[in-house]
């Protein structure tokens, strides 16, 4: 079992920026990939950012060049630096682990970019 806790979501300006945190707890040593998903109210969840255990990433064309992904492997902490936020990046944003028989979610943290 693997328990995943974020933090970090907000209010913020349009091209402000923000950094998402999530720490997961438990059986940490059976991830194998961490990331985050967004939902946006009306759509589905959607994928931002992965990152394997060997730090290969993959972004959502959306937030290339404007977000960045870290993650310590050791700890089971993942974050997300979101820079040069847009109103379309307002959504719910889910911190996700996968292991090799299962996936986990975080609770989701709200973030909105607003004037």
């Known amino acids: 079992q693997v328990q995943l806790v974020e933090s970090g979501g907000g209010l913020v300006q349009p091209g402000g920026s923000l950094r998402l945190s999530c720490a997961a707890s438990?059986?940490?040593?059976?991830?194998?990939?961490m990331g985050w998903y967004r939902q946006a109210p009306g759509k589905q969840r959607e994928l931002v950012v992965v990152?394997?255990?060997?730090?290969?990433?993959n972004y959502a064309d959306s937030v290339k060049g404007r977000f960045t992904i870290s993650r310590d492997n050791a700890k089971g902490t993942v974050s997300l630096q979101m820079n040069s936020l847009k109103p379309e990046d307002t959504a719910v944003y889910y911190c996700h682990a996968a292991t090799p028989g299962r996936t986990y979610w975080g609770q989701g943290t709200q973030v909105t970019v607003s004037s």
């Open positions: 990152i394997t255990n060997s730090g290969r990433t």
């Open positions: 438990g059986s940490i040593f059976s991830i194998v990939g």
